[in-house]
């Protein structure tokens, strides 16, 4: 069983930076994708940004040029480097984790505030 704790959240000012760590139980290196979502009160949840094994990243249109998603082996964390924050970026940001095709596990979540 693999378990996320996702930490960094907040409440920033706009155009402010966060920083989000996805802490991982065992070792992320059997994760095939690792991604950071979100969901806005009223919305669907929506995928921010994320990370293969091989280190291809994805970037929602939203966030391309603000945020960097990174992940190190050595210290199983999948990190999101949000900057330039913008109202629209509040949420709440899960981590999630894929094993092949049908193994999926997600974090409990955490809060950003984006607001002045």
């Known amino acids: 069983q693999v378990s996320l704790v996702e930490s960094g959240g907040g409440l920033v000012q706009p155009e402010g930076s966060l920083r989000l760590s996805c802490a991982a139980s065992?070792?992320?290196?059997?994760?095939?994708?690792t991604g950071w979502y979100r969901q806005a009160p009223g919305k669907e949840r929506e995928l921010v940004a994320s990370?293969?094994?091989?280190?291809?990243?994805i970037y929602a249109d939203s966030v391309k040029g603000r945020f960097t998603i990174s992940r190190d082996n050595a210290k199983d964390t999948v990190d999101l480097q949000m900057n330039s924050l913008k109202p629209e970026d509040t949420a709440v940001y899960y981590c999630?984790?894929?094993?092949?095709?049908?193994?999926?596990?997600w974090g409990q979540g955490t809060q950003v505030t984006v607001s002045s």
């Open positions: 999630k984790a894929d094993i092949g095709r049908d193994l999926h596990y």
């Open positions: 065992g070792s992320i290196f059997s994760f095939t994708n």
């Open positions: 990370i293969t094994r091989g280190g291809t990243r």
